[in-house]
C-alpha cells in the first residue's frame, strides 16, 4: 500500500501561482511513477501531469503545458506540482497518484493509488 497526502491548495487570482505537494508513504517511492490528475464539479476526473520514476521523463496535458511543471524529490518521498498563470479554468480538486509502471502513464486506470485530494480556486 502507498498512502498519498495532498497540500498546497487554495484560492488564488487569474495569473497567480501555488504549489502543491503530495508526501508518499508506505512503499518505495522511487518505484512508482507519480501524476497528477485534477476534477472540477460536474466534469470527468481528467490527467495533468506525471513523471517517471526518476524524473528525468515528463508528461503534460495540453491545457496546462508551459504553465505547470511536475517536479520529484525521492529523497523525500514527494511530488509536486507547480501552477503558473493560473486560470479561473484550473479550478478543480487536483489529486496526485502512484503507478507501478516504468514509463510515463497518463490514464487513470494505469494509477494504483490515489490521494484525497486538495482544492484549487482561481478567481477571475
Known amino acids: 500500500q502507498v498512502q498519498l497526502v495532498e497540500s498546497g491548495g487554495g484560492l488564488v487570482q487569474a495569473g497567480g501561482s501555488l504549489r502543491l505537494s503530495c508526501a508518499a508513504s508506505?512503499?518505495?517511492?522511487?518505484?512508482?511513477?507519480m501524476g497528477w490528475f485534477r476534477q472540477a464539479p460536474g466534469k470527468e476526473r481528467e490527467f495533468v501531469a506525471v513523471i517517471s520514476r526518476s524524473g528525468g521523463s515528463t508528461h503534460y496535458a495540453d491545457s496546462v503545458k508551459g504553465r505547470f511543471t511536475i517536479s520529484r524529490d525521492n529523497a523525500k518521498n514527494t511530488v509536486y506540482l507547480q501552477m503558473n498563470s493560473l486560470k479561473p479554468e484550473d479550478t478543480a480538486v487536483y489529486y496526485c497518484?502512484?503507478?507501478?509502471?516504468?514509463?510515463?502513464?497518463?490514464?487513470?486506470?494505469?494509477?494504483?493509488?490515489w490521494g484525497q485530494g486538495t482544492q484549487v480556486t482561481v478567481s477571475s
Open positions: 497518484a502512484a503507478a507501478r509502471s516504468t514509463l510515463v502513464p497518463w490514464r487513470t486506470y494505469e494509477f494504483d493509488y
Open positions: 508506505g512503499r518505495t517511492f522511487s518505484n512508482y511513477a
